[in-house]
């Protein structure tokens, strides 16, 4: 960048000797004037809009500085009248980018006494050790300016400092030395912001030794670990403390007088602050702003709130209160934020309250019931009213205010319809009365004002109709969710809903072909579509599918070709066609995607052979395409798959021999092959651990023959011992998409709408594989179900498979195997079914525990088995007979148990055969609040 002007070539010289001799001398230094060095860091740096994204307003103050003037006069700089010294620098929000190095001219400004770079771009610099040469600073902000590194040993030389403010640099490191000399050392400090910062080595109680002039610290997100005693808050000029999101923050309640703390903003959420609330904390007289998010806080809220008449803004959600809503928080005279939520609050709403300047109130998901009482809908102020997850009955009142802006009433118990008086809230934005029982007769026309309505959820409620003759629009329309509605056609005012993100109609009797019209619907902006269960016939819609990420037309009656416009989508994360009857070939442009994580094609009609081109670089995790008529080989390439969770190519025509390269795939938890033409040995794997992960393994109906793969179910980790941790009830999937599977389970093939993450099973099933079954089999303690019917098994059942304590269902049926029935499978207490029917056993039935509930299916064509259940007796139940193999015998079969399943409330059981299959079947519900974060609402 050129020099501008003699002066300004003279000033580079100058500049360019300093550098030269790294430490310029002080009179080097005074014979650069203010102007100069001002020009000269001026045009160090560019100006981008994007470097003060951050900040509210914004522009670039440097751009009018003018080398003619005097920099007095420059927006942001401020001199001393006498001196005509710089002593003030204001230049936040001034859209400045690049680094600061510790040669700029910033720091020839040596008397400076307030610096303020805030809200710009410096590119991850260092906060330079120049920095201590400002030694009459008393206002020093670099707050979001993107700096990084150490906290800078020179600012802690700054004894006159009044105000320090590095907060949001993330990661700034804040150390123990440094830390201490800032203690010592500013003690004249009144405002201290280190928002961001990591101060993991800080200990907390080196906080009480803070300047006693301390008004505001704040110390949010700053990784503050281990206790911290009472003293901070009392603090005799602390009017504003932020501690919060330190979760490893230990925090006591003060025990010194609460009437004399002076607080006014008080931030201890997601701190270690549990317990109980003491009643006096009422006496802070003085407080504006309370927030004690997620402190897992518990008991009743104490009813002294009632005295703390100057407050504002309260936050207690994501705790664990209870009891009744003390009315006396709602009477307070300046209460204008008040959020309660995923708390465990009871009882009815107050019929009265005199607090009447709430503008945002929401006590989502606690278990209020009785009716909504009439000040809601009076509040003339009120913004934001959100009761979504509670109890309410009755209907929706009048509202007589025009001020809401945000109404959530969902997952209540709500009657009634839609109030008339929405269509006069023309700032509306956000309208959800999903799952309710409302009687809803769609007539847009109450929105035709509504212009501002970016999010309309009436999901599962009763649509009694829709008036589809209308001629306007809702101009600003993102969401719609009107699933469940009971609705038959598409929604004609969608004809120009231009804006629309998301667009979920899934779940209705809407028949007949898919309207050309639809394909525009927000061409340019709808990422998420859901058209599921539904009655759609003809072919696939004509869409743009230019922004669509996510695409369910599952479970309708669709035909005709995978449409090839499909491979526009550069962005296409979920395609769900599944339960149609699609025709044509597989598209090849899926296979090469490098995004897609999920493709659901099963249960149509696809035909000729999978691509054989899996991209090198791709994001599957699900591919299912069971139920189709493809043939051929399975392609290597899907070995490319690194991510892949789920690969179900079930019921289709597909050859070749046992795919064992996909053991390369370290995160596979399902693989299904069954009813296709897969033939010939299991052998030898060619990679180091094989299946590891794997969990579900189903290979059933092909014609595999050989023995049992004895090392394949070594190396089967997952199935061995289940995960403490993971014994709640989580799925395998993602929030957008549930991995469900069509499997034999108990004799029955069942749909496993969602599939918990601790559920196993093996199925070799309906084979010709020969031989004895491994003992080593017992090794995998987490099974829930082994199924080796119908092949051409020999030999004993091995008495290991009496270590299979998950057991829920054994099927060995039709097979050739002989000797007795080993007396430890009784211990397998979980075991509902069991199939040893067709097979040569011999021996006395083992009794007691759950074998005194099967019947005689279990033993049939076992012509050497008697003893209950059967009408044969024992003659000689002392016979002699080959005494069974002891488990040290069995490949040292490991002694420890598996983990008990019943911590868990749902899904398993024992005694009654099939009575607790239930708790594999998840039903779906309505779309979860997370949809909302797809859409931006601000």
Same mark, same amino acid.
């Given at each position: 960048m050129g020099c501008l002007g003699w002066k300004y070539q003279l000033f580079c010289l100058l500049v360019l000797l300093s550098l030269l001799f790294h430490f310029p001398s002080s009179s080097s230094l005074s014979a650069v004037s203010p102007c100069s060095a001002l020009l000269h860091f001026n045009h160090s740096l560019s100006l981008h809009r994007d470097a003060s994204q951050m900040c509210d307003i914004s522009y670039p103050k440097t751009a009018s500085w003018k080398e003619d003037k005097d920099c007095c006069s420059w927006d942001g700089v401020v001199c001393d009248q006498t001196t005509r010294h710089v002593?003030?620098?204001?230049?936040?929000?001034?859209?400045?980018?690049?680094?600061?190095?510790?040669?700029?001219?910033?720091?020839?400004?040596?008397?400076?006494r307030s610096l303020n770079l805030a809200g710009n771009d410096f590119n991850y610099s260092l906060i330079s050790s120049e920095f201590g040469k400002f030694k009459s600073l008393t206002h020093l902000n670099l707050s979001n300016s993107m700096f990084s590194g150490k906290f800078p040993y020179e600012i802690s030389h700054f004894s006159s400092l009044v105000s320090l403010d590095l907060s949001f640099n993330y990661g700034l490191l804040?150390?123990?030395?440094?830390?201490?000399?800032?203690?010592? $050392? /500013?003690?004249? &400090?009144?405002? %201290?912001? *280190?928002?961001?910062?990591?101060?993991?080595?800080?200990? !907390? @109680?080196s906080l009480m030794n803070l300047s006693s002039s301390l008004t505001t610290l704040s110390l949010h997100g700053c990784n503050l670990q281990g206790k911290l005693q009472h003293y901070i808050l009392c603090l005799p000029n602390i009017q504003t403390l932020d501690l919060g999101v330190n979760s490893n923050l230990e925090i006591?309640?003060?025990?010194?007088?609460?009437?004399?703390?002076?607080?006014?903003?008080?931030?201890?959420?997601?701190?270690?602050?549990?317990?109980?609330?003491?009643?006096?904390?009422?006496?802070?007289?003085?407080?504006?702003?309370?927030?004690?998010?997620?402190?897992?806080?518990?008991?009743?809220?104490?009813?002294?709130?009632?005295?703390?008449?100057?407050?504002?803004?309260?936050?207690?959600?994501?705790?664990?209160?209870?009891?009744?809503?003390?009315?006396?928080?709602? $009477? /307070?005279?300046? &209460?204008?934020? %008040?959020? *309660?939520?995923?708390?465990?609050?009871?009882?009815?709403? !107050? @019929?009265?309250?005199?607090?009447?300047?709430l503008i945002d109130l929401s006590l989502n998901s606690n278990f209020l019931n009785g009716t909504l009482p009439?000040?809601?809908?009076?509040?003339?102020?009120?913004?934001?009213?959100?009761?979504?997850?509670?109890?309410?009955?009755?209907?929706?009142?009048?509202?007589?205010?025009?001020?809401?802006?945000?109404?959530?009433?969902?997952?209540?118990?709500?009657?009634?319809?839609?109030?008339?008086?929405?269509?006069?809230?023309?700032?509306?934005?956000?309208l959800s009365l999903s799952s309710n029982n409302l009687s809803i007769m769609l007539e847009l026309e109450m929105f035709s004002k509504v212009k501002n309505l970016k999010l309309l959820d009436l999901s599962n409620n009763n649509l009694v109709g829709i008036n589809n003759n209308v001629t306007y629009t809702l101009p600003n329309l993102q969401l719609l969710n009107l699933s469940s509605c009971n609705i038959s056609e598409f929604p004609i005012f969608l004809r120009a809903a231009t804006t629309l993100q998301l667009l979920d109609l899934s779940k209705n009797r809407i028949y007949g072909q898919v309207p050309r019209w639809l394909g525009d619907v927000g061409r340019d902006s709808l990422l998420f579509l859901d058209l599921h269960d539904n009655l759609l016939q003809g072919s696939f819609p004509t869409l743009s599918f230019l922004s669509l990420r996510y695409i369910f037309v599952s479970n309708n009656k669709l035909t005709g070709e995978i449409p090839?416009?499909?491979?526009?989508?550069?962005?296409?994360?979920?395609?769900?066609?599944?339960?149609?009857?699609?025709?044509?070939?597989?598209?090849?442009?899926?296979?090469?995607?490098?995004?897609?994580?999920?493709?659901?094609?099963?249960?149509?009609?696809?035909?000729?052979?999978?691509?054989?081109?899996?991209?090198?670089?791709?994001?599957?995790?699900?591919?299912?395409?069971?139920?189709?008529?493809?043939?051929?080989?399975?392609?290597?390439s899907l070995a490319n798959c690194r991510n892949l969770e789920v690969l179900d190519l079930g019921n289709n025509k597909i050859k070749g021999t046992f795919p064992y390269w996909l053991g390369s795939l370290l995160k596979l938890r399902v693989l299904v092959i069954r009813s296709n033409k897969f033939q010939g040995h299991i052998g030898n794997f060619k990679t180091k651990f094989p299946f590891s992960n794997l969990q579900i393994l189903d290979i059933s109906n092909n014609e595999f023959n050989g023995p049992l793969p004895r090392k394949y179910f070594k190396y089967l980790k997952a199935m061995r011992n289940a995960d403490e941790e993971k014994v709640v009830l989580k799925y395998m999937g993602d929030e957008y998409y549930h991995d469900s599977l069509n499997l034999m389970m108990k004799g029955l093939y069942i749909e496993l709408v969602r599939i918990q993450i601790v559920f196993t099973t093996i199925d070799f099933s309906k084979n010709s594989f020969s031989g004895e079954m491994p003992k080593i089999i017992g090794k995998l303690k987490s099974l829930k179900g082994l199924n080796f019917s119908h092949n051409n098994l020999t030999g004993y059942i091995p008495s290991s498979f009496g270590n299979l304590s998950n057991l829920e269902w054994l099927d060995l049926s039709f097979n050739k195997i002989t000797g007795e029935i080993p007396t430890q499978l009784v211990n397998l207490l979980w075991l509902e079914v069991l199939n040893l029917s067709h097979n040569q056993l011999t021996g006395h039935i083992p009794s007691g525990k759950q074998f005194n509930t099967f019947d005689n299916d279990s033993y049939t064509e076992n012509k050497g088995l008697c003893g209950f259940p059967l009408s044969k007796t024992c003659n000689n139940p002392e016979a002699k007979k080959p005494p069974p193999l002891t488990l040290q015998q069995e490949d040292n079969i490991e002694s420890q148990n598996g983990f008990s399943w019943q911590a868990i409330s749902m899904g398993y059981g024992c005694g009654v055969i099939y009575g607790m299959l239930m708790g594999y079947l998840m039903f779906k519900i309505g779309k979860p609040k997370w949809i909302v974060k797809m859409v931006n609402l601000e």
């Open positions: 002593i003030g620098l204001d230049l936040s929000c001034s859209w400045l980018n690049g680094s600061i190095h510790s040669s700029s001219t910033l720091f020839f400004l040596l008397h400076l804040i150390e123990t030395p440094v830390w201490i000399r800032v203690i010592h $050392n /500013l003690t004249q &400090l009144r405002e %201290l912001l *280190l928002d961001w910062s990591d101060m993991s080595s800080i200990r !907390p @109680n006591s309640l003060p025990k010194c007088n609460w009437s004399h703390i002076s607080l006014k903003f008080l931030d201890l959420s997601e701190t270690s602050f549990s317990g109980k609330l003491v009643d006096f904390i009422g006496n802070m007289n003085s407080l504006k702003n309370l927030n004690l998010v997620n402190c897992n806080l518990t008991g009743s809220i104490p009813t002294s709130f009632g005295n703390l008449t100057k407050l504002t803004s309260l936050d207690m959600s994501f705790n664990n209160f209870n009891g009744l809503l003390p009315l006396s928080l709602l $009477n /307070l005279p300046n &209460l204008s934020i %008040l959020y *309660l939520c995923y708390n465990q609050l009871v009882g009815f709403l !107050p @019929n009265h309250v005199s607090g009447f300047n009439s000040w809601l809908f009076n509040l003339p102020s009120l913004v934001t009213l959100s009761l979504y997850g509670n109890q309410f009955i009755g209907e929706i009142g009048e509202f007589k205010s025009n001020s809401l802006e945000h109404i959530d009433l969902g997952y209540n118990k709500l009657q009634g319809s839609i109030p008339r008086s929405i269509c006069r809230f023309v700032n509306l934005t956000y090839s416009l499909i491979c526009n989508t550069s962005s296409l994360d979920v395609l769900d066609l599944s339960h149609n009857n699609l025709s044509g070939v597989l598209p090849k442009c899926l296979v090469h995607s490098n995004v897609l994580s999920v493709l659901d094609l099963r249960m149509n009609s696809l035909h000729g052979t999978i691509p054989a081109t899996f991209s090198k670089v791709n994001n599957f995790r699900n591919i299912n395409l069971n139920g189709n008529q493809l043939e051929g080989s399975l392609p290597r």
